[in-house]
């Protein structure tokens, strides 16, 4: 094994520890987001209210949410080229699958955000109470996954 994975493999414990607080900040996001998106759904374009959610939708997706996917993306597969083993498994690629799934639903929850953000946004709060459900599910399955490692 080459010199850099060994010393990847002498800091695991501490990569593990900054890819759980990465994704529970990214999480945070992802529940927060459409919450935002359900409020704004309910007032009038252009009116101060949803001048405020432009403001707090803007900052939680580049301060908070964008920042926060990217370091749990570099931290696991950081761990991941030291521990390529983990590939050989079939919970490792479920939970790489819905992980997958969860980047795709970052990356929609953004063009929602710029649809409020130029006052274009057609849809009611029912859609983005259900949208709401959807990080939740893959955050269950993530975490069975890499857990429980069921198989
Ligand atoms: C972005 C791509 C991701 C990659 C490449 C990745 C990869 C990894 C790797 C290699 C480990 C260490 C596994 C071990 O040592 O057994 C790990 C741990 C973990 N990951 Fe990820 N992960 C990713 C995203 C996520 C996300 C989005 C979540 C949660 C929403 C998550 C939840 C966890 C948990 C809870 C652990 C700790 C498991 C334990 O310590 O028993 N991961 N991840």
């Not at 009038?44 to 996917?69: C, H, W």
């Not at 083993?85 to 929609?108: P, Q, S």
């Not at 929850?109 to 849809?123: H, P, Q, V």
């Not at 939740?136 to 857990?147: A, K, R």
């Amino acid at each position: 094994m080459n010199a850099l994975l060994l010393e990847i493999l002498a800091w695991y414990e501490w990569l593990r520890a900054l890819h759980i607080i990465s994704f529970v900040a990214w999480m945070a996001g992802l529940f927060y987001l459409p919450r935002l998106f359900v409020y704004h759904a309910q007032v009038k374009p252009g009116s101060d209210a949803s001048e405020t959610f432009k403001v707090m939708e803007r900052k939680l997706l580049r301060i908070i949410m964008n920042p926060a996917m990217i370091a749990t993306w570099v931290f696991g597969l950081t761990m991941l080229a030291a521990r390529p083993d983990l590939l050989g498994h079939g919970w490792f690629h479920v939970k790489l699958f819905a992980v997958v799934l969860l980047t795709i639903v970052h990356m929609v929850f953004a063009r929602w955000r710029r649809a409020f953000a130029e006052d274009r946004n057609t849809r009611d709060h029912r859609f983005y109470r259900i949208a709401n459900e959807i990080p939740t599910i893959l955050l269950i399955v993530i975490v069975i996954m890499g857990v429980v490692e069921p198989f």
